[in-house]
């Protein structure tokens, strides 16, 4: 007994020695203050007592201290303190106190409304046209501060680990988990920087030819070759807007209108806002930024953003009036990108800071812990503009954005200020070590994982192929394989296969692509396929992988599917960086493989065809690489369009025409986030069933259970629709979803916004008898109506319940809705 009360009371001392010991008190009359809140960041420790006591537990290495009717006290933390604050006098007027509510300040609410009002007034982008300059650098390094104190601490690591004897050595190099290429990083950033990244950027801009960016120079640490994807990157407030601002995010911030100043000469309003999180604990004092504001134009004249936790990061972004348009003059943004933290002994010996193999936790009460946090670095400076000059066409032409050169050549021109030494023997540093760990070739493998690829060495691999289930084929599995540009330059064979373990048949394809230019999409492509497909689906040619990644469960419960055997050629052209086209002609041989009769012609039919496919997307912004055109900011409106002609010549049995159409549009407003969806199509001629168009429905059409009416949202089906039932040889369809102007955070730190959506088609079938075959014709009205909570309780998944409506409504509540559950990795 005695032991174990001696156990508890050392527990207890131990837990009590571990807390700081507050005592605040009144600097005027000595007497405790009660109530007085502590706060750690952003959050509160707890209050005072009676006494004016308080005992807490706390990392940070400052509190601050506010009570009402005081002036706010800023303390070291220390094992015991007292702390003495001074009473406000009755003329002292601090803003802060006056303005601390739960809410926002109305008239801070209002100049942010004229802000967003006056947004495309005040851009650049209405002048006729404009051009300037930037130069943008980026680094990852310890706290700018902390440098010397870092590099003295790895030197006096290194001559620790050098007098460890060899045997000994050897013994601990077994046990580390950080490997040989965390000591060579350390090497490495003894002397130099984790990273620095130089760009000098030429911007362009009519009103009559667009926007285009050159690439003047740009050198990146450790990578010979340009990282075409990153140099796309833009870590900028440039032709943005701060998301603290926007509409949308009113509901995470509170606004107050604290102050008006004269900055550089012009009437500013000052905003500050901090985010909504635990209004209990939050320090009503701690603000996260302030928004300058132009009295005269309403105008975003300067923006300082800091995280919640001290030092995690803070950004700062200027304005400047040129010819009254507001352009961005500098930016200097501080990321925390973790920490590197060691454990050193007490004989001054270095040990790492993992577990190894045999070791006690209690053993680490021999170690103190040394942490740097390393913080990424981005300094942005724009200059030499030039406002309302004649533009050339000329000067447009190609893609969006193109690199003019990558050695690092020219950068001296553009510096706004040289490099440290530092700064340069980064390059000389970080080259080494990135070619002695070949990790130019693991950067290329994350590249191409955002392309829908999975690269080794010359192979891509098509994430799409290696597994999908249907109702026919049932589970699929199968690979795809393309030889990339370290292969050849020109030409690039591809093939894929597939077993369906329902049908239990193989299906496979084999290609080749012949690029005809480097500058810009020019691709000559020659196919044999032996696959299957499904009947009537709407042509997906033209779009990009994530669309396409979204349709892949998309016959779930369909089994209507043909065969298709296929000789193909086809040329893929670039007219300019909005506009591209595809023309393809085709031999096929295609067979029903389900319950279906044509006419009297049967099952079985051969055809020849030749397609037409356009794509125009007038506000993507699009860069070559030596993988091919890679679009980095996708823009709206998209429009996709098929023309097919079938042809009763050279073996063919068909002659038929098909075009099909889609819109797809997304904008902003007060109403929030509002995308719209417009397809259509028609067929006529004598074309079999898949010649037409199934109108994509994603429910079983023949549910057993309740789960069967689970699926995932896709482009352009419906979720309560069965799947396979409605055909028609001319439709038009109709998709909209409103994001509400409101986000909002449940569990974890992610936030959760809601989703409104409506869809409705119509179509008619002209020659349905042709067709012996079981389905109905949209011929009335189908209505959807459905809601989705994006991010469910902050997880990375969005959960959704749509109801049919109308005509086709039944009076079973079971075929009426359908649940959708979509992935954040497909969206």
Same mark, same amino acid.
């Given at each position: 007994m005695t032991k174990l009360l001696s156990s508890v009371f050392l527990f207890l001392s131990v837990l009590f020695f571990a807390q700081t010991q507050l005592k605040v008190y009144s600097k005027a009359d000595k007497k405790p203050i009660?109530?007085?809140?502590?706060?750690?960041?952003?959050?509160?420790?707890?209050?005072?007592?009676?006494?004016?006591?308080?005992?807490?537990?706390?990392k940070c290495k400052k509190v601050e201290i506010l009570a009402s009717n005081f002036e706010d006290v800023n303390a070291d933390v220390k094992k015991s303190m007292e702390v003495a604050m001074q009473p406000l006098s009755e003329k002292q007027n601090n803003i802060d106190r006056v303005i601390i509510t739960d809410k926002s300040?109305?008239?801070?609410?209002?100049?942010?409304?004229?802000?967003?009002?006056?947004?495309?007034?005040? !851009?650049? &982008?209405?002048?006729?046209?404009?051009?300037? /300059? @930037?130069?943008? #650098?980026?680094?990852?390094?310890?706290? =700018? %501060? +902390?440098?010397?104190?870092?590099?003295?601490?790895?030197? !006096?690591? &290194?001559?620790?680990?050098?007098?460890?004897? /060899? @045997?000994?050595? #050897?013994?601990?190099?077994?046990?580390? =988990? %950080? +490997?040989?290429?965390?000591?060579?990083?350390?090497?490495?950033?003894?002397?130099?920087?984790?990273?620095?990244?130089? /760009?000098?950027?030429?911007?362009?801009?009519?009103?009559?030819?667009?926007?285009?960016?050159?690439?003047?120079?740009?050198?990146?640490?450790?990578?010979?070759?340009?990282?075409?994807?990153?140099?796309?990157?833009?870590?900028?407030?440039?032709?943005?807007?701060?998301?603290?601002?926007?509409?949308?995010?009113?509901?995470?911030?509170?606004?107050?209108?604290?102050?008006?100043?004269?900055?550089?000469?012009?009437?500013?309003?000052?905003?500050?806002?901090?985010?909504?999180?635990?209004?209990?604990?939050?320090?009503?004092?701690?603000?996260?930024?302030?928004?300058?504001?132009?009295?005269?134009?309403?105008?975003?004249?300067?923006?300082?953003?800091?995280?919640?936790?001290r030092n995690e990061g803070d950004i700062v972004s200027v304005w400047k009036?040129?010819?009254?348009?507001?352009?961005?003059?500098?930016?200097?943004?501080?990321?925390?990108?973790?920490?590197?933290?060691?454990?050193?002994?007490?004989?001054d010996s270095v040990k790492t800071d993992s577990l190894k193999k045999g070791e006690k936790l209690s053993d680490r009460k021999k170690y103190n812990q040394k942490t740097f946090g390393n913080y990424l670095y981005v300094k942005n400076r724009f200059f030499d503009f030039k406002i309302n000059e004649e533009q050339k066409a000329s000067e447009f032409k190609g893609y969006s954005l193109e690199m003019k050169n990558s050695d690092g050549s020219l950068l001296q021109q553009y510096r706004t200020d040289s490099l440290t030494a530092r700064e340069s023997a980064t390059y000389t540093k970080i080259d080494s070590f990135v070619q002695k760990h070949d990790f130019e070739k693991k950067l290329s493998f994350l590249t191409q994982l955002m392309r829908g690829n999975l690269r080794y060495k010359m192979i891509d691999f098509d994430l799409t192929k290696f597994i999908s289930y249907d109702k026919y084929q049932g589970f699929r599995l199968g690979a795809g394989v393309k030889l990339n540009e370290k292969f050849s330059k020109t030409?690039?064979?591809?093939?894929?296969?597939?077993?369906?373990?329902?049908?239990?048949?193989?299906?496979?394809?084999?290609?080749?692509?012949?690029?005809?230019?480097?500058?810009?999409?020019?691709?000559?492509?020659?196919?044999?396929?032996?696959?299957?497909?499904?009947?009537?689906?709407?042509?997906?040619?033209?779009?990009?992988?994530?669309?396409?990644?979204?349709?892949?469960?998309?016959?779930?419960?369909?089994?209507?599917?043909?065969?298709?055997?296929?000789?193909?050629?086809?040329?893929?052209?670039?007219?300019?960086?909005?506009?591209?086209?595809?023309?393809?002609?085709?031999?096929?041989?295609?067979?029903?493989?389900?319950?279906?009769?044509?006419?009297?012609?049967?099952?079985?039919?051969?055809?020849?065809?030749?397609?037409?496919?356009?794509?125009?997307?007038?506000?993507?912004?699009?860069?070559?690489t030596p993988s091919g055109k890679y679009t980095y900011e996708k823009g709206f409106p998209q429009v996709y369009m098929n023309l097919e002609k079938?042809?009763?010549?050279?073996?063919?049995?068909?002659?038929?025409?098909?075009?099909?159409?889609?819109?797809?549009?997304?904008?902003?407003?007060?109403?929030?986030?509002?995308?719209?969806?417009?397809?259509?199509?028609?067929?006529?001629?004598?074309?079999?069933?898949w010649k037409n168009f199934e109108i994509a429905g994603q429910n079983d059409r023949n549910p057993e259970n309740w789960y069967s009416n689970i699926n995932t949202p896709n482009n352009l089906a419906f979720a309560t629709m069965p799947s396979g039932t409605f055909f028609a040889d001319k439709f038009v369809a109709f998709k909209v979803s409103q994001y509400l102007p409101f986000r909002f955070k449940t569990i974890g730190r992610r936030y959760s916004n809601i989703e409104l959506e409506y869809q409705s088609a119509i179509g008619d079938f002209k020659n349905r008898g042709d067709h012996q075959f079981d389905f109905q014709v949209l011929d009335h009205y189908y209505q959807e109506v459905g809601v989705m909570?994006?991010?469910?309780?902050?997880?990375?998944?969005?959960?959704?319940?749509?109801y049919r409506l109308g005509y086709y409504q039944t009076s079973e509540f079971k075929d009426n809705f359908g649940i959708k559950l979509r992935f954040s990795v497909l969206n």
């Open positions: 009660r109530d007085a809140a502590i706060y750690c960041d952003d959050n509160l420790l707890g209050k005072t007592n009676f006494d004016g006591v308080l005992s807490f537990k706390t300040d109305p008239r801070a609410l209002k100049i942010l409304d004229e802000v967003n009002k006056r947004e495309k007034e005040n !851009s650049p &982008k209405s002048l006729d046209t404009y051009n300037f /300059k @930037s130069y943008s #650098k980026f680094s990852i390094d310890v706290d =700018k %501060d +902390s440098i010397d104190t870092f590099t003295n601490f790895l030197a !006096s690591r &290194k001559d620790s680990l050098s007098k460890v004897g /060899k @045997s000994e050595l #050897k013994q601990k190099e077994s046990e580390k =988990k %950080d +490997s040989l290429i965390g000591e060579d990083l350390l090497d490495a950033t003894q002397e130099s920087q984790m990273f620095l990244w130089e /760009k000098a950027t030429e911007y362009k801009y009519s009103q009559k030819f667009g926007e285009k960016t050159n690439i003047i120079d740009n050198r990146m640490s450790g990578f010979k070759n340009p990282i075409y994807e990153a140099v796309a990157i833009n870590l900028s407030h440039l032709n943005r807007t701060p998301r603290q601002i926007r509409p949308e995010n009113r509901k995470l911030f509170n606004f107050y209108l604290s102050d008006t100043l004269l900055l550089n000469g012009r009437k500013t309003y000052v905003i500050k806002f901090k985010e909504i999180t635990d209004k209990k604990k939050q320090n009503p004092r701690k603000f996260n930024g302030k928004i300058y504001v132009d009295s005269e134009t309403y105008a975003l004249k300067k923006f300082e953003s800091s995280s919640r936790k009036p040129i010819n009254n348009k507001w352009f961005l003059d500098y930016e200097d943004i501080k990321l925390k990108m973790g920490d590197q933290s060691f454990n050193i002994s007490k004989k030409f690039s064979p591809d093939g894929y296969f597939g077993y369906g373990f329902k049908d239990h048949t193989w299906k496979y394809g084999l290609g080749l692509d012949m690029k005809l230019s480097s500058k810009r999409t020019s691709v000559f492509r020659i196919d044999y396929v032996d696959d299957v497909f499904a009947a009537g689906r709407f042509s997906n040619n033209m779009w990009d992988m994530m669309m396409k990644v979204n349709d892949l469960n998309l016959d779930l419960h369909n089994a209507n599917f043909y065969k298709n055997q296929k000789w193909g050629a086809s040329y893929l052209y670039d007219i300019s960086n909005s506009l591209s086209m595809k023309i393809a002609v085709n031999k096929e041989k295609q067979e029903a493989l389900f319950d279906y009769q044509y006419k009297n012609l049967g099952n079985l039919f051969d055809n020849v065809s030749t397609t037409l496919s356009l794509k125009f997307s007038p506000n993507d912004k699009n860069i070559m079938g042809i009763d010549a050279l073996g063919g049995d068909l002659d038929y025409y098909r075009a099909d159409a889609l819109i797809i549009h997304q904008f902003r407003s007060k109403l929030g986030t509002t995308n719209l969806k417009l397809f259509g199509g028609i067929s006529s001629g004598t074309a079999p069933i909570w994006n991010r469910f309780l902050g997880r990375s998944f969005g959960v959704g319940f749509s």
